[in-house]
């Protein structure tokens, strides 16, 4: 207790607390260790290194969608993939990698590599347009430390040696900046205007790139000869819209298929597919005819029409029960091999008392193989359908999503089967028939709107523009300094070494000394002009253009 009532009380004071700062709230040294962390992700985003990475990875991130096929292109050999591969395709789905173009990692590197290179180039077009306006560099002290260096003697004074150098220089497109005793001169800068150019326009061709993507669509359609469509979301059987497309967009041409023709050699190799159509560009519009082709598309209102694929349409007639026709078209049948063996279904919802579904095959050319009925070529030379009937409830009610290619047998009852060659009908059991009338063609179409090709085109031409400009365009620097030459005391009868008063080829003398007939005008003496140069780029081809710059420079 004594030793409580001994202790020193401590002073009292009327000021407050402190009040420690709230845990949520950055201190100063931490707001500067995140930007300078923010300055060092954007200085490694922005190099050129992180764009070439990124760069190499958009290339090997487009390497799936070369191989295998693409929803938003042709949505049919998607299905086939999913039938053929029915344990790989739904992973391969999971990753996006049948809609790789349109995936989030695909974007995700798309925009990472769009940043990067805006980013590079903001500092090296800074850095260039100040290269501009710099003149060359002064001549540093000693040219013969320079990787090329010539020195020789001329018989002129050393002003008009300096004059000289300089318009030899200017004529060989140099940059030059004159100074008392030397002349510096550099050209070459177009390989970094070619290179700066060259990504902007990788720039400019990935804005067109994403323009198109945001904008645009592509649609395709399968249309039997005789048939047609319009630019209508109805009448395409795939449909692969832009993030920011409106139904708006569409035109109001229409386009009627008149007739398809293939041709094919005697091995079966197809030699041309030509595709004769009728179009309007508007529905109260004139009719035009043209020829689709591989490779030639036609050109509709914004829009572009190209033949992707083609294969054969049976034409069936379908009879109910009571003999009325239940059906009656052109059904396209998808190939399964190159000699066109194919598949199909045809469906009579309005069949009665009860619907009728059917599953064939169709054979151009209809052969024998080691496993059945094949087609042995691609032509229509003798076309049979091999049809397996069904009766009962097709499923289309119901209101699950059905593939019109497809037949859902599952509340169907199995009726009979038979190979019909064109004409010829098959009863079937419990009434109604199915007649084979004849055997049309299809073409694919293929339908993309595209904003930003014209930006893409103009930027792929710059980007061959400014690869040329980089690849052949030199930079060369180059520095001339002229003194009077003074010969060595009692060197000689003129004060030379040589005969004539020179110290060598160096000093003016030898054989090549004596001096050369001066200029009319020009008032008696010798230069010694000192020539170095440097090459900061192709540095193997640059001794055979220091030679002839000496031997310009030479011919005063």
Not at 127 to 153: I, K, N
Request: charged share 20%; glycine share 12%; proline share 9%.
């Amino acid at each position: 207790m004594t030793d409580l009532i001994d202790e020193p009380l401590a002073p009292l004071s009327t000021a407050p607390d402190p009040v420690p700062p709230p845990a949520s709230l950055p201190t100063a040294g931490g707001v500067r260790r995140r930007l300078a962390a923010a300055r060092r992700a954007w200085r490694v985003l922005t190099s050129m290194r992180t764009a070439l990475i990124l760069l190499a990875m958009l290339a090997l991130a487009a390497v799936p969608g070369t191989l295998l096929p693409q929803r938003g292109l042709n949505p049919l050999r998607v299905a086939d993939f999913h039938r053929a591969h029915p344990l790989l395709a739904p992973w391969l789905d999971r990753l996006s990698l049948f809609d790789v173009f349109s995936a989030p990692w695909f974007a995700a590197i798309y925009l990472l590599l769009f940043v990067s290179l805006i980013g590079c180039l903001v500092s090296r077009i800074r850095l260039h347009a100040r290269a501009l306006r710099t003149p060359p560099p002064p001549a540093p002290r000693r040219l013969s430390r320079l990787p090329a260096y010539e020195r020789f003697v001329l018989p002129v004074e050393p002003d008009l040696a300096l004059r000289s150098a300089t318009a030899a220089l200017r004529r060989r497109r140099f940059r030059v900046r004159p100074a008392d005793d030397s002349v510096a001169a550099e050209k070459g800068y177009l390989r970094e205007t070619g290179n700066l150019v060259f990504h902007v326009a990788l720039v400019g061709l990935l804005v067109g790139v994403a323009l198109g993507g945001l904008f645009g669509y592509k649609g395709t359609v399968i249309v039997p000869e005789g048939d047609g469509f319009a630019d209508t979301l109805a009448s395409y059987d795939g449909f692969s819209p832009g993030r920011l497309f409106s139904a708006g967009q569409l035109a109001p041409w229409s386009v009627t298929l008149e007739s398809f023709h293939a041709f094919y050699q005697a091995t079966g190799e197809p030699t041309s597919f030509d595709a004769a159509v009728k179009y309007r560009l508007r529905v109260d519009g004139p009719v035009r005819s043209a020829d689709v082709r591989v490779n030639h598309p036609l050109a509709l209102d914004g829009a572009t029409l190209y033949l992707v694929g083609h294969g054969y349409a049976p034409r069936f007639v379908v009879r109910d029960g009571a003999g009325n026709v239940a059906y009656e078209a052109a059904t396209p049948f998808l190939p399964d091999d190159g000699n066109f063996s194919s598949h199909g279904v045809v469906k009579a919802p309005d069949a009665l008392p009860r619907q009728l579904g059917f599953a064939g095959l169709f054979f151009p050319t209809l052969g024998v193989g080691p496993n059945g009925l094949v087609s042995t070529f691609p032509g229509a030379a003798r076309p049979f359908v091999l049809l397996t009937a069904y009766r009962g409830d097709l499923g289309l009610d119901s209101g699950r999503p059905q593939s019109v290619y497809a037949l859902d047998t599952s509340h169907l009852t199995r009726l009979n089967s038979a190979l019909l060659a064109p004409g010829q009908t098959m009863r079937l059991t419990g009434g109604g028939s199915i007649t084979f009338a004849g055997v049309s063609q299809y073409a694919t179409f293929q339908v993309g709107h595209d904003p930003g090709s014209t930006v893409a085109l103009g930027a792929g031409v710059l980007i061959i523009a400014g690869l040329l400009g980089s690849l052949w365009v030199r930079r060369r620097r180059v520095w001339v300094r002229v003194t009077r030459f003074v010969p060595d005391a009692g060197s000689g009868p003129d004060g030379g070494s040589g005969p004539d008063g020179g110290s060598g080829p160096d000093g003016g003398s030898g054989p090549d000394a004596p001096d050369r007939p001066l200029r009319s005008g020009t008032p008696p003496g010798r230069t010694v002009i000192e020539v170095g140069g440097l090459a900061r780029s192709d540095a193997a081809g640059f001794a055979g253009e220091f030679a002839r710059i000496v031997e310009a420079l030479k011919e005063v």
